[in-house]
Structures are given as structure tokens and as C-alpha cells.
Nanobody
Framework: QVQLVESGGGLVQAGGSLRLSCAASGLTFSRRAMGWFRQAPGKERDFVAAIRWSGRSTFTADSVKGRFTISKDNAKNTVYLQMNSVKPEDTAVYFC???????????????WGQGTQVTVSS
């Protein structure tokens, strides 16, 4: 049974930093590409960042480029999203996902976490 468990969300002031973690179990993590998506109330689920199984290549949405960084620790079966210089428009539920079924930035992944809330105050 595959499980993805996000943590690290919370309330942060604009300009601050937050690091999200996603612990994976039940799959060969080292051979899986991973992604982060986010969904604000009343909006679609948007791509944030993705990383290839090896961790050598990453992809980042233009809206967060230069501020957010995705990384992967295969020894810990964990993927991270480092969020710096956050803005109020970054407020959303952030989801971790594993094994893309289409392009990395499309929300068609095999497995999803339950999400973690990030709220950025102005």
C-alpha cells in the first residue's frame, strides 16, 4: 500500500520561509519521479515543482521559480519543497505526488498525499 504523508505546512508571514516534507512508503522511492502541486480554494490544482527519480533534474513553475526548490533524499524516502520569500498568493493546500502518468506538470500522477495547508499572511 502506497502512502505519501506531507508535513511542514502552517502559517508564515510574507517574505518568510517554510519547508514541506513528503515521506513515502510502499513504493520503490528511488525509482519514482515526484511532484508538488497546490490548490487554493475555488481554483484548480496547479503544478509547483517536480523532480526526476535520480534527483538530477528538476522542473519548477514560473510562478515560484527562484523562490521554491524541490529536492529528494532517496535514503530517507522523502521529497522536500523549500519555500523562500513566500507571498500571500502562495496560500494553498500543497500536495505531494508520485509517478507521473503524463508530463511532469500535469496533475495525473499515480499516487497523492492528503495535502498540507500553507497560509501566508501579509
Amino acid at each position: 500500500q502506497v502512502q505519501l504523508v506531507e508535513s511542514g505546512g502552517g502559517l508564515v508571514q510574507a517574505g518568510g520561509s517554510l519547508r514541506l516534507s513528503c515521506a513515502a512508503s510502499g513504493l520503490t522511492f528511488s525509482r519514482r519521479a515526484m511532484g508538488w502541486f497546490r490548490q487554493a480554494p475555488g481554483k484548480e490544482r496547479d503544478f509547483v515543482a517536480a523532480i526526476r527519480w535520480s534527483g538530477r533534474s528538476t522542473f519548477t513553475a514560473d510562478s515560484v521559480k527562484g523562490r521554491f526548490t524541490i529536492s529528494k533524499d532517496n535514503a530517507k524516502n522523502t521529497v522536500y519543497l523549500q519555500m523562500n520569500s513566500v507571498k500571500p498568493e502562495d496560500t494553498a493546500v500543497y500536495f505531494c505526488a508520485a509517478e507521473p502518468q503524463s508530463s511532469y506538470n500535469y496533475p495525473l500522477y499515480s499516487y497523492w498525499g492528503q495535502g498540507t495547508q500553507v497560509t501566508v499572511s501579509s
